[in-house]
Structures are given as structure tokens and as C-alpha cells.
């Protein structure tokens, strides 16, 4: 993961939906073009992250998993 995060969210032992909200939140209050990176244990965070990039018209730019966590980069449309 080697693009310019303007934000990190660090949702680890949040369930649904609330990894999703705190990245709704959180692209609310960057800039468009900007990244923003998530942390998440969830497993239905995968399948939730890319529904709400394609409802929200968001670009889900990488998925990785570390150390036992979901990383997800996300640039804001």
C-alpha cells in the first residue's frame, strides 16, 4: 500500500455496519482525489467495502490483508 493517505480509520473490532459508517464519516471530511485508508477485523468488511464504493462512486484502489485485519484504500470520487 503506497499511495498518499490524507486519512486512516481504524476500525478494528467495530461489526457491521459500523466500519462502514466511520469511512462514510471519514470521506466526508476529505477533499476529492484523497485517500483514505481503513483497518478493519471484520470479514464482511471486504464485500461491505466494495457495495459502498460502488453506491457512493468512490474507487476501492487496494485490499490487503495484514496481520490478521483487512487494509482497504479508498480514493474519494
Given at each position: 500500500?503506497?499511495?498518499?493517505?490524507?486519512?486512516?480509520?481504524?476500525?478494528?473490532?467495530?461489526?457491521?455496519?459500523?466500519?462502514?459508517?466511520?469511512?462514510?464519516?471519514?470521506?466526508?471530511?476529505?477533499?476529492?482525489?484523497?485517500?483514505?485508508?481503513?483497518?478493519?477485523?471484520?470479514?464482511?468488511?471486504?464485500?461491505?467495502?466494495e457495495?459502498?464504493c460502488?453506491?457512493?462512486?468512490?474507487?476501492l484502489?487496494?485490499?490487503?490483508?495484514?496481520?490478521?485485519?483487512?487494509?482497504?484504500?479508498?480514493?474519494?470520487?
Amino acid at each position: 500500500m503506497s499511495h498518499a493517505v490524507a486519512q486512516e480509520v481504524d476500525a478494528r473490532g467495530l461489526n457491521c455496519p459500523l466500519p462502514i459508517l466511520r469511512m462514510k464519516k471519514a470521506m466526508g471530511s476529505v477533499e476529492s482525489g484523497d485517500v483514505v485508508k481503513m483497518v478493519a477485523t471484520d470479514p464482511g468488511s471486504v464485500k461491505d467495502m466494495e457495495a459502498f464504493c460502488t453506491q457512493t462512486g468512490n474507487e476501492l484502489i487496494e485490499t490487503a490483508e495484514e496481520s490478521g485485519a483487512f487494509a482497504f484504500l479508498v480514493k474519494k470520487g
